[in-house]
DNA sequence: TGTTAGCACTCTACCCAAGTGAGTGCTAAC
DNA sequence: GTTAGCACTCACTTGGGTAGAGTGCTAACA
């Protein structure tokens, strides 16, 4: 069967109506409330074919039409506008985004509410993935008799600390020569290039009497780096959802929050995503999304390499044209305002 | 009218049914259930004079009774038993709060985390309030040419750091000795003591070379310090009220979780709450509160001073007699975590 | 041959009425 | 003071009836 113009523009007429609704369309309906120039009969039997192709659903005999994932995509790949943002909500969105910047987590988790609000959908953001951070400063500073904190700095302006209890009695000067040799080694390595192999091991002083402070302080090291590796997940809008009368359903609401509770795997999905703009819609999800959802996710990036994401989920009725401008716009704005930060300017 | 003993009995035997059931409960249902020795009338004539004392209320004629917030109140205050966690719970609270920990606020999360698993409930955390810290070390280190870590070190072991563009030049030797005058100016104040008064307007240097630089830096020190006093909460068990069936109502679930989305007021409400074991039922809650909740909180000591709060909400139907024991056993392990950290062993 | 009007049929949603069951409140007897 | 008995109340369930939106098929039309 032939997908022709004339079933094409049905189509798209169902989607957008559904989209605005979420009522099953109907042949009536659908030609009283948009001018198409043909009849309920004939629109019935262009909806049996599309039904037939796949693109769209019914839930029993006597409702109207669903468009199916399939017909969301060809509503996305073929159809979908790209939708300029007004200039004021443009105005908004980097006043707001640029208003009082503090830390990179905090911006972040302050773009992710702004979305959900805008979007009034569930929202998440996660910081940057740090692997190809690179090292540029490592420093351990005496705090009192027998805690010492490291200190680990990366380029992107990225600062981790860590209090040591160290069992080895050490002098300042001791820990002095040891941030020096640990900065020596280091830096300019990313952080996955300085966790490859055995640090531990291979780190030597020459000095016999710094072996064993090196001893204590080097799991510590390890651990540290490790964790500037974890990506930080955010999220806002949770309750949006009720204001979709298909979450009017308490089992399905129920599943849709207890799905974004499960961060540790949202993250592991998220960090997973292609980069750029992506769109999935429902069964191109991970099976640990929640039927009918979709999520747009766009990149941003940290001094120009690091990757961070941001993005939505609703259900996949949701307004993928003005949504997607908003993310990618605002995903724009993100790069610029982490452009300057790093301690290192653009000709860096 | 008498609170007797007979209908004290009553009552607690209804409350202790509602408790577990949910249901209004009837006089027949409750003569045949428990064995109280006296007939259906004679406990409806009871019942009759405990509503109008206001230990029960009524939803329409033909329903049974439910307990009042006043009546849990007597509940909690009189008939309350303490319930002693059996062993191996107490063995997997202890364990897995000791596990693997790292930071203090990954420990307050994984406290409220474990918290919510055990009692079914909602449950947040917040971090200590730092507004009685000590500062213990202040510095500035040199990151690259325009940039400079902030770092401040409180005696509870928090680290605090600042990346800072600056616009005026420096050396590495001009920010040891503001650090070191810094540190000498602020060491061993409490964090609110440091921000009394004009800081940036306090803070001189002899040399003049120095006051553009200090000029630049103050303004971010304060700022800092006043981010030191932030604290964090952390919630779990969100979708546990999906569980209850005074939550299948859409509506209620939709507010309860509002309420909990709104951070700000939520941590506001726990920090001004009483230290200790708190209970409060219903209307005794703040206005923010939805309706019918109750919260239980306990107050857990950093180092011995600083506060910070564990706790659960919940609908006023909870088994508050196991719910305080696991809160009270659990602020008490943390307390002795807690005892170990700051830099300072316990004699210190 | 494609399009359309007409018609029978389907299914949900809503309303209404009757019946059921848990519960109350009152009264009179014990 | 306690209890049995009884009338009454009210929510909830069940079943029938109806309206409304929609489909699918067929036959007529351009």
């Given amino acids: 069967m032939d997908l022709n113009e004339r079933k094409l523009k049905i189509l798209h007429t169902i989607i957008a109506d559904f989209i605005s609704t979420g009522e099953p369309v109907g042949s009536r309906t659908l030609s009283k409330k948009y001018e198409l120039g043909i009849s309920p009969a004939t629109i019935r039997n262009e909806m049996s074919d599309l039904e037939e192709m796949g693109f769209l659903t019914h839930t029993h005999t ?3 039409r669903m468009p199916s994932d399939k017909a969301y995509r060809l509503y996305v790949n073929n159809f979908m506008q790209k939708y300029e943002l007004p200039n004021e909500e443009k105005k908004e969105i980097s006043d707001k985004l640029t ?7 905090e911006t972040i988790r302050h773009a992710a509410s702004l979305l959900s609000e805008i979007t009034n959908l ?14 540029s400063y490592i420093r351990l500073i005496p705090l009192d008799n027998n805690s010492v904190v490291l200190m680990i700095v990366a380029k992107s302006g990225r600062v981790m600390n860590n209090v040591l209890k160290l069992e080895v009695p050490y002098t300042e ?8 040799a640990l900065t020596y080694d280091y830096k300019g390595k990313t952080i996955c290039e300085a966790l490859e192999g055995d640090i531990i091991k291979n780190f030597n002083t020459d000095i016999i009497a710094m072996q064993f402070l090196a001893k204590d302080i080097m799991p510590n090291f390890v651990r540290t780096l490790e964790r500037m590796l974890d990506v930080n997940l955010y999220m806002d809008g949770l309750t949006n959802i009720f204001a979709l009368p ?5 089992y399905k609401a ?3 929050l207890e799905m974004l509770n499960n961060k540790d795997e949202l993250t592991k999905i998220l960090v997973n995503r292609e980069h750029g703009v992506i769109i999935t819609i429902g069964d191109e999800n991970s099976a640990d999304i929640v039927p009918d959802c979709s999520l747009i996710t766009a990149t941003y990036h940290v001094d120009g390499k690091l990757l961070g994401k941001i993005g939505v989920i609703g259900p996949t009725r949701m307004k993928y044209g003005e949504v997607t401008s908003v993310i990618e716009y605002m995903s724009e704005n ?9 301690g290192s300017k653009k000709d860096d």
Same sequence: chains 1, 2.
């Fill in 122 to 135: 569930t929202s998440f953001a996660i910081t940057p993935k740090q692997d190809e951070d690179i090292l």
């Fill in 246 to 250: 298909e979450y009017n359903d308490i």
């Fill in 254 to 256: 129920k599943s849709f």
């Fill in 173 to 180: 000067e001791k820990l002095n020569i040891l941030s020096k």
């Fill in 62 to 64: 006597s409702a109207g």
């Fill in 334 to 342: 993100l790069n610029d305002m982490f452009k300057l930060i790093g």
């Fill in 99 to 105: 208003g009082n910047f503090v830390e990179l987590d």
